[in-house]
């Protein structure tokens, strides 16, 4: 990964549309910024690595990354598949602990990086800032929550289909955020597993399919699969 020279006014503007930052005053935010650069990297580079402690809040904001852990066996597992805008184990690095995961780029990214004591500082003199930042945590444990409850789906296809319908916009199309191997890995599934569910749902009628792009036609019909 590389640094982008980027402007200190374009900084502030980057950090202001950080979730728990945004309502920072303007003079707060020039103050980040100084503490704060922008980098950049392709797919299959390292963000950060398991154990790790992260001396930065990470905001992604393009591009995508997935978080794996290394299990006993040595194998990697993919807990959490991140597309922009997000912040990335924010509550780890707020509390100075070790970053539970590693951190791979999933495709051409840029990551806003803000100095950890300079957003602590932040923090005290604008305690609000807490509050927001609580907020963003327990959205993630909501994720977490919804996706341990899919990944309890009996069959591969009902899995799928929860999945899906947990990542859909309004018009009922989605990107799939990673590889199909690695959204595969996330659900606890094999690849070829993922693929046939793909399949059937799309014999089903029930989905359209071009690469990484997924388009439900029938929402009803895909959440009954999952009964």
């Given at each position: 990964m590389h640094t982008v020279q980027t402007p200190r006014e374009t900084l502030v503007d980057r950090i202001r549309q950080v979730e728990f930052l945004s309502l920072l005053p303007s003079e707060h935010l020039e103050l980040l910024a100084r503490s704060s650069m922008i980098r950049e990297g392709d797919k299959g580079e390292v963000l950060f690595r398991q154990g790790q402690v992260g001396a930065q809040f990470l905001w992604l904001m393009e591009g995508g990354l997935r978080l794996t852990r290394t299990q006993p066996d040595g194998r990697e597992k993919v807990i959490?598949?991140?597309?922009?805008?997000?912040?990335?184990?924010?509550?780890?690095?707020?509390?100075?602990?070790?970053?539970?995961?590693?951190?791979?780029?999933?495709?051409?990214?840029?990551?806003?990086?803000?100095?950890?004591?300079?957003v602590r500082e932040a923090v005290q003199t604008h305690p609000d800032l807490a509050l927001n930042l609580l907020g963003s945590v327990m959205l993630r444990l909501r994720e977490l929550t919804r996706s341990l409850a899919n990944h309890g789906q009996s069959s591969g296809v009902a899995r799928v289909a929860a999945y899906l319908l947990g990542r859909v916009d309004e018009s009922g199309a989605l990107v799939l955020p990673a590889s199909k191997k690695d959204v595969a890995s996330y659900l606890g599934m094999q690849p070829e597993s993922f693929s046939r569910a793909l399949a059937a749902l799309k014999q089903q009628g029930l989905i359209e399919v071009r690469d990484q792009q997924i388009q439900v036609c029938d929402l009803a019909a895909l959440s009954a699969v999952m009964r």
């Open positions: 959490h598949l991140f597309s922009s805008p997000a912040l990335v184990a924010e509550a780890a690095i707020l509390l100075g602990q070790p970053l539970p995961a590693t951190a791979t780029l999933t495709g051409p990214s840029r990551i806003l990086h803000i100095d950890r004591g300079a």
